[in-house]
């Protein structure tokens, strides 16, 4: 059973920047696509950004292409999302995610958001005006 707790959420400027940390245990993180996606209450969970099991492909949506990196540390099991530039719009709770069947790969760069078997609790992203 595959274990996921983010951490690194708070409170920021806009304009400011935040790193959020995904800790994976209990499955072979190294071989696992993993993602970011965010939501607002009353609204879907939206995608943010995906990295292949490699690390060397990533995907992000619109709304933070430019501003937000996801990066891996098959070592540690963990994955980051550096976000910069920070929008009031931003805020959410993000959650990160573990896809055991590698869909997003190396070599099939295609989003499926349905892969995604497990979820961490969510970290509180506020920020602010």
């Known amino acids: 059973h595959v274990q996921l707790v983010e951490s690194g959420g708070g409170l920021v400027q806009a304009g400011g920047s935040l790193k959020l940390s995904c800790a994976a245990s209990?499955?072979?993180?190294?071989?696992?696509?993993m993602g970011w996606f965010r939501q607002v209450p009353g609204k879907e969970r939206e995608f943010v950004a995906v990295?292949?099991?490699?690390?060397?492909?990533?995907l992000y949506a619109d709304s933070v292409k430019g501003r937000f990196t996801i990066t891996r540390h098959n070592a540690k099991g963990t994955v980051y999302l550096q976000m910069n530039s920070l929008k009031p719009e931003d805020t959410a709770v993000y959650y990160c995610?573990?896809?055991?069947?590698?869909?997003?790969?190396?070599?099939?760069?295609?989003?499926?958001?349905?892969?995604?078997?497990?979820w961490g609790q969510g970290t509180q992203v506020n920020v602010s005006s």
């Open positions: 995610a573990a896809d055991p069947s590698s869909y997003y790969s190396d070599y099939r760069p295609e989003l499926n958001v349905a892969a995604f078997e497990y």
């Open positions: 990295v292949s099991w490699s690390g060397a492909r990533t």
């Open positions: 209990g499955g072979t993180f190294s071989s696992y696509a």
